[in-house]
């Protein structure tokens, strides 16, 4: 478990599995507008190294998860309670996957954003992150149905050989909205 020391004295990262999935579940259920099937929590069971909850003072109040594809890692979800936003929970959650990806040799980070949610915009973009494209359309029951992909091309730029870690996340029944 790694032990974060910036606004919240205690801040930690854990690791998901079996143990503790139905965190990662009402997380999602409590932070996101996207109902998350079986099939997206096998994945992350099955590649738990890309996903991480924050745990501060013994309670779940954030989350992380991503996945790996073409060489891009892909942010499926991130997010914290409402209670403990504005306190680098967030921040701690996306220096997790931008270390990922480096230690990965990703060529960049992307995710898509609810084309309305311009406090996570801003949030990626004070990292870097940039507006790659606007998709019509992206989400089937949210209004607006728009999302945005935003995108921050890493050190690791480099051309590697594609690397995929399986199906099971990203695409219009996801969200990566929610940010501290």
Known sequence: MLTVEEDLPGLELEGIDKSNINK???LNA???PIHYTT???Q???QNSDYSRLALWNGKHIGMVCCKIDSNVLYIMTLGCLVLYRRKKVGTTLLKFVLELSDSEKCSAVQLHVHSS???AVQFYE???FTVKQSIDNYYRYLKPTGALL??????SSVQ???????EGGGGPAEESASVS
Do not use: C, M, W
Not at 150 to 155: I, N, Q
Not at 161 to 166: F, I, L, T
């Open 150 to 155: 935003l995108e921050r091309v890493t050190s």
């Open 24 to 26: 990662l579940k009402l």
């Open 43 to 45: 994945y992350v069971l």
């Open 117 to 119: 949610n311009s406090d």
């Open 160 to 166: 590697q050989a594609p690397h995929h870690s399986g």
């Open 30 to 32: 409590s932070i996101l």
């Open 126 to 128: 004070k990292f870097g």
């Open 39 to 41: 099939k997206f929590y």
